[in-house]
């Protein structure tokens, strides 16, 4: 792989990266296929076997691990980490030939900044994944995932709240990194002290 430049991105010799739309320092590893649809922000890191479809949206510093595949509709905010072998969706009643879904109808899909998706979580389309929460190894996310959340299992559900830095709050929703956090009326996180 060439050496990083400050101009465009870094596409491993066995990688295809046929998207105009794609930052600059942005490292597109081996056997990774970026469409000509897709739009990836700077700084993120493609790693081995990843796909990005006509129409997926990455911000910058997005991470892909190994084998994972980002559809059309599907859009990952600025610092998202999605850890390996992640399945998104984005047509909820997949058919072939005569009845499938024509991409028109397919569901978005948004995961925002600073959220981290656990290897071999399941984020079905549709769905938001709020602000730096975490999706747990293995968990089905069928529904909206609240900033801060923590949620694990099949379905996903949550168990706790976490921090900006990635440490468990306690029950008072302080962080041991000095940050604390408030909840609004409906019991989410709304903002934290020193953000």
């Not at 922000?41 to 892909?64: E, F, K, P, Q």
Request: one cysteine or more; charged letters at 20%; a negative charge.
């Amino acid at each position: 792989m060439a050496e990083s430049s400050a101009r465009g991105p870094v596409v491993h010799p066995t990688a295809l990266c046929e998207s105009p739309a794609v930052g600059d320092r942005t490292r597109i590893w081996a056997f990774a296929h970026v469409m000509p649809g897709a739009v990836v922000g700077s700084d993120c890191n493609l790693c081995d076997r990843t796909y990005v479809d006509d129409g997926a949206v990455l911000g910058d510093r997005v991470t892909l691990k190994n084998g994972v595949s980002v559809w059309d509709r599907v859009t990952l905010a600025d610092d998202v980490f999605v850890g390996p072998d992640v399945a998104f969706t984005n047509d909820r009643v997949p058919r072939a030939g005569p009845f499938r879904t024509v991409p028109e109808q397919y569901l978005a899909t948004h995961v925002r900044r600073g959220a981290v998706l656990g290897a071999n979580a399941t984020i079905l389309c549709g769905v938001t994944v709020g602000r730096h929460a975490l999706v747990g190894a293995g968990a089905t996310v069928t529904v909206d995932v609240p900033d801060f959340a923590v949620v694990v299992g099949g379905p996903a559900r949550r168990i706790g709240w976490i921090c900006v830095c990635g440490e468990r709050l306690d029950e008072r929703l302080r962080c041991g990194c000095g940050r604390d956090y408030e909840m609004d009326g409906a019991g989410h996180i709304v903002r934290g002290a020193g953000h």
